[in-house]
């Protein structure tokens, strides 16, 4: 990939964080599109990635975030620290570039390594999305629902019924839960479905332990550094991750989804979801996951149905799309959209679609 591809990731990324309400992340982006220059290794690094450096590739200026969030978040960069919220806003564009680059040479073998992976999130707000497709499946077929999610890092979505939710004037899930969802609601009322879950279960090639501090801390570093709520809100959903029965598989998506559609629920609806996740598989993969998919939707019955209910980015705007697959029948329509971190609804409906 040029070194101008590399830019223009930064610059996009850009755009993203301030539109996602990240004005901190944003600037960080734009001067790093600007700024950096070869000369030291982690520069050296992302100027001549090898790979696509966008945010539907290997996703660079994210790692970069991620990695110089971590420093200020374990005190060993004192010089970041300094510069970054709250103290941010009257740290002028030389004085936060000359503490980043300080921090890409003093840090380079932590900085470096965090680049060989990709960023790992698991934004909670995403499960006020999926409910509204989990209480669509629920409202057609009259079943409860056994949850398998794909690429689900700590698991955290999957206690959706542990958490509390309103989409327009309706709720569910705990009361009492230290973890609220309330997205602002545009279109059509939310199905007339029960969030009733049998089972549940995640997949992800790297899967995040909420009971490591490690891993807990490799998470919330994704977490854009000037976004105090998603922190606090990210923060409670893993406690209450570490002290549940909800674990993620560590295994390859495609094998996972062969197993999980090998086994059939009598009484229940297996619903298949993802949010932000399967657009990142390489679109071979994606191909035959479609395959798995439909040839178990193949074998689903009224009885035993079998649901595809995905968040992902579409190449639409805005938001990303919200579409539901539902067999016997294996009809597939849009049914909404949503911000990609959950701050907003538009819901269109099955019937409406």
Known sequence: MSEQSVREAFKRQSEAC????????????????????????????????????SAVGDSVPLRMMGALHALVRSGDAPELTAVYPPGHEEISDEELWTAISSALKTHSPFILERLKGPPQTNEVRRAAATLP?????????????????????????????????????????DPASPVRLQPRWHGASPPNGELNILARAGCDIAPVDPGSQEDRERLVSYIWADQEERLIRTSAALEMAAKSDVRVEAVDALDWLHHRTSER????????????????????????GRDILHSAGEKATKDAPLAWAMK??????????????????????????????????????????
């Open 312 to 353: 992902e980015g579409d190449g639409a705007s805005p938001g990303a799309g919200l579409t539901l697959t539902l067999w016997p029948g294996g009809e597939t329509r849009e049914v909404g959209r949503a911000d990609y971190h959950g701050r907003w609804i538009d819901w269109r409906g099955w019937d409406d679609s």
């Open 133 to 173: 497709l989990f209480l669509e499946v629920s409202r057609q077929t009259g079943l409860p629902l056994v949850l398998s999610e794909v690429g689900a890092s700590a698991g955290l979505n999957l206690m959706i019924d542990r958490f509390h939710l309103q989409l327009s004037d309706k709720t569910w899930g």
């Open 18 to 53: 301030l539109a996602l309400g990240s004005p901190f992340v944003s600037r960080l982006c734009a001067l790093s599109a600007e700024r950096l220059c070869f000369g030291d290794p982690v520069s050296d690094i992302m100027l001549g990635w090898q790979g696509d450096a």
């Open 265 to 288: 629920h009598e009484g229940a609806a297996h619903v298949i979801y993802s949010t932000i996740a399967w657009q990142y598989l390489p679109e071979d993969a994606r191909k035959k």
